[in-house]
């Protein structure tokens, strides 16, 4: 195994997940402080990302990136767009940035976007936090295009293939997954009719157990069957919200 990185082919990892009726991103912190007038300080964040290894193809990089960050194996991934603009390192901070680490600012990176479910929880620290996707601190690079393109794509995906699912966990209420839907599409759903779409698919399996502590009324749980989804999908099986 060649660990040596590839000075300008770079991955980009969008990590996504739900919380309280939001899109959240996990961003790590960008610092660097020469201690001289002549450079300025960078202090701001970034995607969780890196360059990938010589001998690394470039799905095994994603997910390598993003175990180091999570700590996880396994999410839902998606290689969306690859970012190669000549331009897209020019700024001050960016090229020194990219100089103190001996890559090349010619830099070409391949983006992905993973989805957490929201029962999967990561240790923040000062360097590692969850940010809402509307609410984005100072970015590095051209990070905040990376993201609002990942974004994007989702919201299409969401629409045609069962991708939702990844952000729940193994078993969920139907409230749940009518939240899940409005968070990422921000939209509001009219819950009667929701129900009645969603109890309609058969890859939505309803369970012999109910979730208690969260309400007077005990919810009841379903479970995406993907098996079931896969005999169906020619039929246009996803919920039409």
Request: proline residues 3%; hydrophobic residues 35%; charged residues 30%.
């Amino acid at each position: 195994m060649d660990f040596r990185k590839i000075a300008n082919i770079a991955v980009d990892c969008v990590i996504l997940r739900l919380d309280s009726g939001t899109v959240n991103i996990l961003l790590t912190r960008r610092f660097l402080n020469m201690y001289n007038d002549r450079y300025p300080i960078i202090d701001d964040w970034v995607l969780t990302g890196n360059h990938i290894n010589r001998s690394e193809r470039l799905d095994e990089a994603a997910s390598r990136i993003f175990k180091e960050f999570t700590g996880f194996d396994h999410s839902y991934m998606e290689q969306f767009l690859t970012f190669g603009n000549p331009k897209r390192i020019k700024n001050e901070k960016d090229l020194l940035w990219t100089k103190s680490r001996g890559t090349d600012p010619r830099s070409i990176s391949v983006a992905y976007y993973f989805l957490l479910q929201s029962d999967k929880n990561i240790v923040e620290n000062s360097n590692l936090k969850w940010f809402r996707i509307d609410k984005l601190p100072e970015l590095g690079f051209d990070h905040k295009q990376i993201i609002s393109r990942a974004y994007d794509n989702l919201k299409l995906k969401v629409m045609s293939e069962p991708v939702i699912f990844n952000f729940l966990p193994d078993k969920f209420t139907l409230n749940e997954l009518q939240l899940a839907y409005e968070s990422v599409l921000d939209i509001d759903i009219d819950n009667r009719n929701f129900r009645k779409k969603a109890t309609g698919k058969s890859y939505i399996v309803p369970l012999d157990e109910k979730r208690v502590g969260e309400s007077k009324k005990p919810s009841k749980l379903y479970m995406f069957s993907k098996d079931v989804y896969d005999r169906t999908s020619a039929k246009n099986y996803v919920i039409n919200v």
